[in-house]
């Protein structure tokens, strides 16, 4: 990434259709620069996990465009090839609930993304 940092423009999420349909993000736009701390704040259900989970390309957005540095990665659909290396890469990610696998210790647990990485 270089000195650009994050970059959101009119970001949507849409959950069902119809009637029962949910908008839980509209039209968000977004820059945060390098070293910048953002925090976010609101309601339950006011799109905070929503923003996360699309920033960290674990859901689809409906619409909008999204940038990491120089590289857009989301314009009206994902522009990387490959989502699960552009997570190990680029996005640090720490879920709500933790998802350690159970069967080996924390610190095999932290270093498994570098086994993938080689």
Same mark, same amino acid.
């Given at each position: 990434m270089s000195g650009k940092g994050i970059r959101i423009k009119g970001l949507k999420k849409r959950y069902g259709k119809g009637d029962t349909a949910v908008d839980a993000l509209r039209n968000v736009d977004m820059d *945060?620069? !390098?070293? =910048?701390? *953002?925090?976010? @704040? $609101? !309601? /339950?259900? /006011? $799109?905070?996990?929503?923003? @996360?989970?699309c920033l960290g390309a674990v859901v689809d957005p409906t619409a909008g465009r999204m940038w990491?540095?120089?590289d =857009?990665? #989301? %314009?009206? $659909?994902?522009?990387?090839?490959?989502? /699960?290396?552009l997570? +190990?890469?680029?996005?640090?990610? *720490?879920f709500q609930? #933790? %998802?350690?696998? !159970? +069967? @080996?210790?924390? @610190? =095999? %647990?932290?270093?498994l993304p570098l086994r993938y990485s080689e």
């Open positions: *945060v620069a !390098p070293g =910048e701390v *953002v925090g976010l @704040i $609101g !309601p /339950s259900g /006011s $799109g905070k996990s929503t923003l @996360i989970k990491l540095g120089d =857009e990665i #989301y %314009n009206q $659909g994902w522009k990387v090839r490959d989502l /699960s290396v997570r +190990r890469d680029k996005i640090g990610f *720490v609930k #933790y %998802n350690l696998l !159970p +069967r @080996i210790d924390a @610190i =095999e %647990n932290v270093a």
